[in-house]
């Protein structure tokens, strides 16, 4: 059956792809920010936080809970960001798929 190995190349130069677009994916840095950007947060796209920077008159002792508002403000902000360009980047692998999780 020459149609399978020629299907199975195409396979797997489709999953080399993946791996590379995950990999870009991966290595992109998403800013998220809190309103009038009083905390600032840098996630890469796996995920991982990179850094977290606030303005000074966030840091107040008789409001704590603002401060935690704000920094899931941006926080939530950068994780949409990941999940819409995730989405975007690698949801040409999966479209019509009906993956679950995916």
Known sequence: MPGMGNMMKQMRQMQQQMQQDQAALDATEFTGKAPDDMVVVTFTGDRTMKDIQMKPEVIDPDDPDMLGDLITAAVNDAMKQISDQTQQT??????????PGL
């Open 90 to 99: 690698l949801g040409k692998y999966t479209a019509g798929m009906n993956i």
